[in-house]
């Protein structure tokens, strides 16, 4: 803009003059003189009325007088301090995102045309709603994700009036809500703030919200709700989940119109229906989660509107609603619930469908209910994906066996497990306990096997065996067999592959994990011809044995296991019996030599996991590996790049992060033709070269990230498709002379210490995105010396067109006079040939249909659409036929949809499920080979068997949030091709343990959360890295167990473990070194240790309020250089101790809401720092010597206009308006 851009703006705006819609032009440099506001704003408004800053790195913006822009948004503006307007300004939506803004803008009145305000994750501490007195034509207000404490209240007798009829404060720190605060809102219709530390609903003085349709205020900690004095005459949706509401209110007069009523996850103790007798509009109540036992009527009552009653994962073991009427009931969720009947109320209600758990229920009373499961009016839980039921007691010395025999010959079809919650057997529960029992089943499954030896008899039938926890298992004696074909076992104490393992001719898979294994013979494993998977992880094996003769018939193996064991040396040349192996598993382990004593093939080999040993020798030069793509010799101990490589013609990734590198030689690389990337980041390299010429057509990527490299010289290497080259983090002074050498490479060398003369001659580089570097809005804001001047830059904006059709199933769903039919396609067709572009979207409120809404249907319809929406689709079954070309299909109220069937499909990439009575993901999902979107939210899923998605190649979100699901099953053997999901969703479930080691399948996951399950262990079993996680969601579970020591997380910078039950700080942690923020707000811890954060080097905000913390100390010196943010509110703090802790950047501690009675002396160990102690009993004596630091705003108390508002005894004078509150 300083020289030709306002030309160039001109002119590309006179090409689209006479276009209904202005384009949207992204700049990717602006280059101004002074500031990107101001000024700017001015010249800009000539060419626009919207005006968007992907990154904003300004301290301040000014909206100069007279300013013609409507919408101004602003992301990443993580320097903004300061937001000034001038007046007479046309600004109608105003957007801030990550702002260092701690207040709302004194000059926000000037706005006055401003419609929609929005100031999140940024840093307010309060908020005046007098504020917006000037703002006649606001609507919408959105200060989410801030930190606000307070909500100022108005003066008694103000006339403030407001026009805003949403706001949002969600995601606060929040303790009060008075429902007072809202009376200048008369138009007000939506009030959200979950996610606060609201701990009671009040009004001080009588209130009431003519227009309030939503209060939402899941996720606080409210104990009380005070509905005297508040009328809410058009309140329909009261959200309160996750709150400490120990009984459901019984006056619930003033609500007449409440239509959901939403308590799950309290501590709601009893369900008495008579105190709803005043909502006469409520049509659903939720009160899953809590602690409810009995569920009655103490007196008649009538809900004429109620249709759903969610109740699941309660301990209701009674439900007498013989006093109710319900008379448009048709929902009742019983599931995970301690109940061991049905209840008696299908007569009472013929229209009701109740779901229940089948595991709890015993297999003779199910089937008197036969005909209500086929009616679809009694749904049960499935075991993983089975459907079944319970025996309970089974006693085989006396009629148990009758018993057994009778519940199979007359059980539903659909009933294919059986749970037994005790077998009581003659002797063992083994051996002819196993033959008896093969005559019902051809799989049994151990939950515990308490006995030393398990026996397969002579020509047992049974083809597999799960023991799942054997702890004093040392045996295994098998009989000839000729059916068995899986046998598991874990945490026993086998010390050795069972002698007898070759009499079972048809075994397929043999997994022994967590036992006592020290040593493997190879010997034992070949006479077992149809063997093709042997998992031996996570045992003791120190040695393998090689076979002592060659066998006559070469092995089956395919996959091998042996992770996390104690192996020292490797020699491959021992697999030689094994020709048909894929993969091989030996991570984990402390190898130190890996090599191969004589010339072998493996033709078939696509993986070799070798990373977290110890290995400093690697010799292939006797390896041929024709198959193998990739090698990860990561965190191993190598100090030079091995040079001796076998035959390995598609190895295209090559790792050696986190060793001992020194130097990197590229003519190390020279036999390897098809290499494209190299990662060698975290080691100690110094200088890369080429002692030779080397040529690599293939190669597109070296990372070289934080070593500490000072020389680069590519001379005698030609790379022609070397596309992007990483040094991060090193010890660079100058660019290294690529460009010319390499005229496609990009460059990153951001954090190096370039010098300013030579980094001058790139600008250009910079500017084309070729070479990446350090870059500020000003010098205070480098860690160097001094900067040179480049430019900024805006945002790139993209839009993408979709045709979305919403449809029904048949005529008998019509309540319109008219509507549109499939048959009258001509119109369909003309209507889409003939509208306008800019038209990107048809809503059909009725379509019908001859037969079914899927199948055949899809593919007439697939003429018109790429992307499809059900708003209710009430077939059981849907089905997407071969070859159809629909993108996207959104099946959004499902409520009979049972089964998805698929055919072969190559054009599917969204699936997405909602509300349904799905129980599986469905079984024909890798069929649709395109698929990258899975969402199947609040269904009936109750297991996911990670198997079910590795098909899926493509398949990058899977999304099963808000189901039933207790297990996660792992992969049975490792895919052949690694998974690309990066997004992984499963909040709200019934997940109790959580093992990050089973994700191991998924290198690229970027996003896991598991918020709001029942989880108490968070470990990682097995040593694993997830390089890209980016976010990690645990909070609301009931985590007490927290080991992340064998996971490395190199991009996670948060962590919350809020809302669990952690009664220590965790001191196991993992490689995280990017960890920036820690939360464990809402658990049992007692005193907090500042040292256990010593390995947390990036850490700068750490939040533990809502605990029951007595003391904060540190047991030894710890320095944490990036720590800015403590929160400690809401806790018994009676002392602090935080000498010995070396904070340079500390800014902030909240000590809000204790019992401290003196301020704790931090002003002198932390000069900068600023510390709130509102709400504490400090004694007045102590209060004054604090004053000048209360006025420079360093210091925060509890401050009242005169001393009858203060909840202390006594108060100290800060200025004539103003008291300190204190104690005497």
């Known amino acids: 803009m300083t020289s030709d851009g306002a030309a160039r703006l001109r002119h590309i705006l006179s090409l689209h003059t006479n276009e209904l819609l202005a384009p949207t032009i992204t700049v990717r440099k602006m280059v101004v003189a002074e500031s990107i506001s101001g000024t700017f704003i001015q010249r800009i408004s ?19 007088a007279g300013s013609t822009i409507l919408e101004m948004y602003m992301g990443n503006a993580n320097h903004l301090r300061s937001f000034t307007a001038g007046p007479g300004t046309a600004l109608e939506s105003l957007v801030i995102v990550r702002s260092m803004l701690d207040r709302l803008p004194e000059t926000i009145g000037m706005l006055r045309r401003l419609r929609e305000l929005s100031i999140t994750e940024s840093e307010l501490a309060t908020v005046d709603f007098a504020s917006f007195a000037n703002n006649t034509q606001l609507r919408v207000v959105n200060l989410r994700n801030n930190c606000i404490e307070r909500i100022v209240p108005q003066l008694v007798g103000s006339t403030l009036v407001l026009g805003i009829e949403s706001i949002s404060l969600a995601t606060n720190r929040i303790l009060l809500l008075d429902m007072v605060n809202f009376v200048p809102m008369p138009l007000l219709r939506e009030i959200l ?117 969610h109740l699941a994962q309660n301990r209701i073991r009674e439900v007498n609603m013989r006093a109710c009427r319900l008379p448009q009931i048709r929902n009742m969720v019983l599931t995970n619930n301690p109940m061991s009947t049905i209840p008696s109320l299908f007569k009472t209600f013929p229209q009701l469908h109740i779901s229940i758990d089948s595991l709890r229920v015993q297999c003779p009373l199910l089937l008197q209910f036969r005909r209500l499961m086929s009616e679809g009016r009694l749904s049960i839980d499935y075991i993983e994906d089975l459907m079944g039921c319970n025996l309970g007691v089974i006693n085989m010395t006396s009629d148990g066996g009758a018993k057994l025999r009778a519940a199979i010959e007359n059980i539903n079809d659909n009933i294919i497990a059986i749970n037994i919650d005790k077998l009581i057997v003659s002797s063992s529960a083994s051996g002819p306990f196993l033959q008896r029992i093969s005559a019902y089943t051809e799989a049994i499954t151990y939950v515990v096997y308490r006995d030393p030896v398990f026996q397969i008899p002579d020509g047992n039938t049974i083809e597999e065996f799960y023991l799942i926890g054997a702890p004093v298992l040392r045996a295994i004696v098998a009989g000839s067999n000729s059916h068995l074909k899986k046998l598991q076992l874990g945490n026993c104490l086998l010390d050795r592959v069972p002698p007898t393992l070759s009499k079972l001719v048809e075994l397929e898979e043999l997994i022994i994990t967590q036992c006592a294994l020290t040593a493997l013979r190879l010997d034992m494993l070949v006479a077992n011809h149809k063997l093709t998977t042997v998992d031996l992880s996570q045992n003791q094996i120190r040695q393998i044995l090689p076979v002592t003769a060659t066998p006559k018939q070469k092995s089956a193996i395919e996959t091998l296991g042996f992770e996390g064991n104690l192996l020292e040396r490797l020699d491959m040349a021992m697999f030689a019996i094994m020709p048909n192996l894929e ?20 033709a078939s080999l696509i993986r070799l ?45 090559l790792g050696f992060e986190e060793n001992n590198l020194k130097r990197v030689n590229m003519n190390a690389f020279r036999t390897l033709h098809n290499l494209t990337s190299i990662y060698a980041s975290n080691n100690k390299i110094e200088s890369i070269r080429s002692s030779s010429p080397v040529a690599m057509p293939a190669l597109e990527e070296l990372i070289f990230d934080h070593n500490q490299i000072a020389s680069v010289n590519f001379s005698g290497c030609v790379f022609r498709n070397m596309d992007y080259i990483s040094m991060v983090d090193n010890q660079l002074t100058a660019i290294p002379p690529l460009f010319q050498l390499l005229p496609k490479v990009r460059m990153s060398v951001l954090s190096n210490p370039i010098k300013c003369s030579n980094m001058a001659s790139f600008k250009n580089r910079i500017i084309e995105d070729r070479l990446y570097v350090n870059i500020g809005a000003k010098q205070s804001e480098c860690d160097t010396t001094s900067s040179i001047v480049l430019d900024q830059s805006t945002r790139n904006r993209i839009a993408e067109k979709r045709l979305y059709v919403t449809v029904g199933a048949k005529q008998s769903e019509c309540d319109t006079t008219s509507s549109i039919a499939l048959d009258q396609s001509t119109r369909l067709r003309a209507a889409i040939e003939n509208i306008n572009d800019n038209i990107i979207a048809i809503n059909i409120d009725k379509l019908i249909v001859s037969s079914s809404a899927s199948g055949p249907f899809l593919q007439r319809i697939s003429a018109y659409t790429e992307t499809i929406s059900y708003v209710v689709y009430r077939d059981p079954v849907f089905q997407i036929p071969d070859g159809n070309t629909i993108e996207e299909i959104a099946l959004g109220g499902a409520g009979a949809l049972r089964a998805i069937v698929a055919g072969t499909n190559s054009h599917l990439k969204k699936l997405q499920l909602g509300n349904c009575l799905l129980d599986r993901v469905p079984p024909t999902l890798s069929k649709l080979v395109e698929l990258e979107e899975l969402i199947i939210t609040q269904c009936a899923l109750i297991a996911l068997r990670l198997d079910m998605l590795v098909a899926n190649h493509k398949l990058t979100t899977v999304d099963l949030s808000q189901n039933q699901i207790r297990q996660i099953l792992p992969v049975t053997a490792i895919p052949k091709q690694k998974s690309v999901i990066a997004n992984l969703v499963f909040t709200n479930n019934l997940l109790e343990r959580l093992d990050m080691a089973m994700f191991a399948i998924m290198p690229d996951l970027k996003r896991l959360e598991v918020e709001g399950n029942r989880i108490v262990r968070f470990e990682a079993t097995a040593p694993v890295t997830y390089a890209s996680l980016n976010r990690l969601r645990i909070a609301r579970n009931k985590i007490s167990y927290f080991d992340t020591r064998n996971l490395t997380l190199p991009s996670l910078t948060s962590i919350y473990m809020d809302h669990n039950e952690l009664t220590d700080i965790p001191t196991n942690w993992g490689a995280i070194p990017q960890l920036k923020y820690l939360g464990f707000e809402a658990n049992n811890l007692k005193r ?50 935080l000498r010995g802790c070396n904070f340079p950047e500390f800014g902030y501690i909240s000590l809000t809401d204790n019992h401290l009675t003196a301020i704790p002396p931090l002003f002198q160990l932390f000069r900068n720092g600023r510390m709130s102690v509102i709400s504490n009993p400090i004694k007045c004596s102590n209060m004054t010597s604090f004053k000048n630091r209360i006025a420079e705003r360093r210091l925060y108390v509890t401050v009242r206009a005169k001393q009858s508002e203060c909840n202390t005894t006594s108060s100290i004078m800060l200025d004539q308006s103003t008291l300190v509150c204190c104690e005497a």
Not at 48 to 63: G, K, N, P, Q, V
Not at 220 to 249: C, H, K, S, V
Not at 626 to 650: C, F, H, K, R
Request: net charge neutral; hydrophobic share 40%.
């Open 46 to 64: 000539d060419y626009t009325d919207s005006l968007f800053y992907a990154t904003y790195r300004e301290t301040m913006f000014r909206i100069p």
């Open 193 to 309: 703030m979950q996610e606060n530390r609201i701990q009671r609903i009040s009004a001080s003085v009588p209130f009431t919200a003519c227009k309030l349709i939503t209060l939402s205020l899941p996720s606080n900690r409210i104990t009380q709700i005070e509905l005297t004095g508040l009328t809410f005459p058009a309140l329909e949706y009261l959200i309160l989940d996750d709150n400490a509401l120990a009984t459901i209110p019984s006056d619930w007069t003033n609500v007449p119109s409440l239509r959901v009523l939403s308590l799950e996850r309290n501590h709601i103790q009893r369900l008495d229906m008579r105190s709803l007798h005043q909502l006469q509009s409520l049509d659903i109540l939720y009160l899953g989660g809590n602690r409810i036992e009995q569920v009655w009527a103490s007196a008649p009552v009538e809900l004429s509107s109620l249709r759903m009653l």
């Open 583 to 602: 993969k091989l598993d030996v991570r984990g382990n402390r190898i130190v030599r890996f090599e191969a004593t004589a010339p072998v093939t493996y």
């Open 609 to 653: 996991s070798i990373a977290m040993n110890k290995i400093s020798y690697f010799d292939t030069r006797n390896l041929t590996l024709p198959l193998l793509v990739s090698i990860y010799m990561d965190q191993n101990d190598l100090t030079d790049v091995p040079t001796n490589w076998g035959a390995m013609p598609e190895l295209r990734y």
């Open 1088 to 1137: 907090v240790d500042m040292s256990v954060f010593q390995t947390l080097q990036n850490l700068t905000s750490v939040y533990l309020g809502s605990n029951k913390i007595e003391s904060i100390r540190t047991s030894s010196p710890v320095t944490l250089p990036a720590l800015k943010d403590l929160s400690f509110y809401n806790n018994h703090i009676t002392s602090v101790n």
